[in-house]
Every structure is written in structure tokens, then in C-alpha cells.
């Protein structure tokens, strides 16, 4: 996969959760970009469309799935018909996320449950259910979007933290079971990255300063998550499993 595309041969149909916006709309570019038909998944209807009309253009394959990641039946209902679309599922990027933060002493604990429910049930509902079609296929290679505050703490986002941190355990369960069924199990922990929605945050004289903490001096743009996603993804990364890959620009290594 992380070839370039060749005639003759194909290459496996990967679903993308969270595709509307930011990093998963980048990753279903990058991936349809490689020659993967790519299955978009998220709430927001339209910009799936605009998503998948941009890959038809640039002479892409993708189909478009309306979900909420934290609607059991639909997830199941959503991966057997993205099946059907393009054949077995042969990768998925478990990328749907949010984040509400707020200091512990003051959570609410609706919002508590909104970010669990979609960060740590909802990736696993969406992977058990491409597991299923995986193991009877023959295998596949599953990357769930983690984070740096999976591994690490800040204020404000004990609820994201904790869902992440889940999500890293979850990725080396399911990396231990699934492991007989040819199916491969990563996390990918990227550091802050740049989207549109902190881009305002990180102008502003707090962001400056935890730019200044990050040992690249940098944050990370989208782009950089590429490699290492293509990796995971790939045939070659095949004795790779249960690994959790952080993106970060050595923000995990950050000293003292
Ligand atoms: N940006 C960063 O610095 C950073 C760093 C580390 C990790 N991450 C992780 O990367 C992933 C993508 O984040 P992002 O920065 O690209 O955020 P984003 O632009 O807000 O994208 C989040 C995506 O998740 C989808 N989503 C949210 N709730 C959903 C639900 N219940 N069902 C289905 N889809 C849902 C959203 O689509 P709809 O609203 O259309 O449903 C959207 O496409 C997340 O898991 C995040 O935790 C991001």
C-alpha cells in the first residue's frame, strides 16, 4: 500500500470514520489519492458529499455513509453495506472523535458520556463490526485515531484523556484476540495537530506557549500523520500489531 498504485493490482477498500471534517476527510483524500476506495463515514451527510464528489474528481472511488458511531445498530447496519459497495473491507481508520473540555470538579456528566460514548464504545462498536466481515475475509489491518492525551495528561480533558487512554487499551485487546483471524490492531497517537477548528487557539499567546513545549517548535499539519498511517495500513507492516505510534513531534518526550 505504500506503493505507488499499479495496474493489476488492487487495492483494499478502507472505511474512514469521521470523514467530514479535518483529519479523516485528509485521510480519505490521501487514501483514495493511493488508489483505495474509500468508505466515508460520519453524521453530516452534505460534507461526505462534497468529500466524495472532490475523490471522483481527482479519478478516486468513494461511497458516502451517514452514521453516529454511537448508535449500535447503525454501525452494524453501516459497515455491512459499506461491504457491499466495493467488496471486503481490507483496512478501516477508527477516526470519529470529540472533545468536550472541562475541569474535572465541574464536568457535566452528560458530556462525560457524549465523549466516551463516541471516542471508546463508538470505535469499538465500529470495530467489532469490520472485524466480523475481516475474519471471515481473511484479515485486515484496523488503525484506531488515539492521542498524546491518551499517554499523557493536561488539564481540561479528563473525559478525552481517559476515552483515549481506553481506546490504547481497547487497541491491544482487540490486537491480542484478533491476531488468529489476520487482523492487525494499531493506534496512531498523533501530538497537536493544525486544523481549522484550534487554528484560532494556537494564535493566541497560550497556544504560542504550547508550541514552545512541542521539542519540533512546531505543531503538526495533517500531512505529517501520513506515513504513519500508510504503514499501519500496509501488507508490509504485516508483523505489526498492538502497537500504539505516536506523531508528535517528541511532544511525549518532552523534558522536565
Ligand atoms: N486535531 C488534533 O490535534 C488531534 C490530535 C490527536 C488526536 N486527534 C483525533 O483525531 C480524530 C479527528 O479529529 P479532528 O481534529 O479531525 O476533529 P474534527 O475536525 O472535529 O473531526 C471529527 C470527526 O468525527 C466525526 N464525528 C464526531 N462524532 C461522531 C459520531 N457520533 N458519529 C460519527 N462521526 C462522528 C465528525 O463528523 P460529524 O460531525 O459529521 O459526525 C468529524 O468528521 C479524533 O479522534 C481526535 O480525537 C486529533
Known amino acids: 500500500m505504500a506503493d505507488p498504485p499499479s495496474p493489476g493490482r488492487a487495492r483494499p477498500p478502507i472505511l474512514v470514520t469521521g470523514a467530514s471534517s479535518g483529519l479523516g476527510r485528509h485521510f480519505a483524500r490521501m487514501l483514495a489519492a493511493a488508489g483505495h476506495p474509500i468508505l466515508a463515514a460520519a453524521r453530516r451527510a452534505p460534507e461526505l458529499a462534497t468529500l466524495a464528489a472532490e475523490i471522483a474528481a481527482a479519478?478516486?472511488?468513494?461511497?458516502?455513509?451517514?452514521?453516529?458511531?454511537?448508535?449500535?445498530?447503525?454501525?452494524?447496519?453501516?459497515?455491512?453495506?459499506?461491504?457491499?459497495?466495493?467488496?471486503?473491507?481490507?483496512?478501516?481508520?477508527?477516526?470519529?472523535?470529540?472533545?468536550?473540555?472541562?475541569?474535572?470538579?465541574?464536568?457535566?456528566?452528560?458530556?462525560?458520556?457524549?465523549?466516551?460514548?463516541?471516542?471508546?464504545?463508538?470505535?469499538?462498536?465500529?470495530?467489532?463490526?469490520?472485524?466480523?466481515?475481516?475474519?471471515?475475509?481473511?484479515?485486515?489491518?484496523?488503525?484506531?485515531?488515539?492521542?498524546?492525551?491518551?499517554?499523557?495528561?493536561?488539564?481540561?480533558?479528563?473525559?478525552?484523556?481517559?476515552?483515549?487512554?481506553?481506546?490504547?487499551?481497547?487497541?491491544?485487546?482487540?490486537?491480542?484476540?484478533?491476531?488468529?483471524?489476520?487482523?492487525?490492531?494499531?493506534?496512531?497517537?498523533?501530538?497537536?495537530?493544525?486544523t481549522p477548528l484550534n487554528r484560532a487557539f494556537f494564535a493566541s499567546p497560550e497556544g504560542q506557549a504550547m508550541i514552545r513545549r512541542i521539542p519540533a517548535r512546531r505543531l503538526g499539519r495533517p500531512e505529517d500523520l501520513d506515513a504513519a498511517l500508510r504503514l499501519l495500513l500496509s501488507p508490509e507492516a504485516g508483523y505489526i500489531t498492538g502497537a500504539v505510534l505516536a506523531v508528535d513531534g517528541g511532544h511525549l518526550v518532552s523534558g522536565l
Open 59 to 194: 479519478g478516486g472511488r468513494a461511497a458516502t455513509f451517514a452514521l453516529d458511531v454511537t448508535d449500535a445498530a447503525a454501525v452494524d447496519a453501516t459497515v455491512a453495506a459499506a461491504a457491499a459497495s466495493f467488496g471486503p473491507l481490507g483496512g478501516l481508520v477508527n477516526n470519529a472523535g470529540i472533545n468536550e473540555s472541562a475541569p474535572l470538579l465541574d464536568q457535566d456528566i452528560a458530556a462525560w458520556d457524549r465523549v466516551l460514548a463516541t471516542n471508546l464504545r463508538g470505535a469499538f462498536l465500529v470495530a467489532r463490526a469490520v472485524a466480523k466481515g475481516m475474519a471471515r475475509a481473511g484479515g485486515g489491518a484496523i488503525v484506531n485515531i488515539a492521542s498524546i492525551l491518551g499517554l499523557r495528561q493536561a488539564g481540561g480533558v479528563g473525559a478525552y484523556a481517559t476515552a483515549k487512554a481506553g481506546l490504547i487499551q481497547l487497541t491491544r485487546e482487540m490486537a491480542l484476540e484478533w491476531a488468529r483471524h489476520g487482523i492487525r490492531v494499531n493506534a496512531l497517537a498523533p501530538g497537536y495537530i493544525e
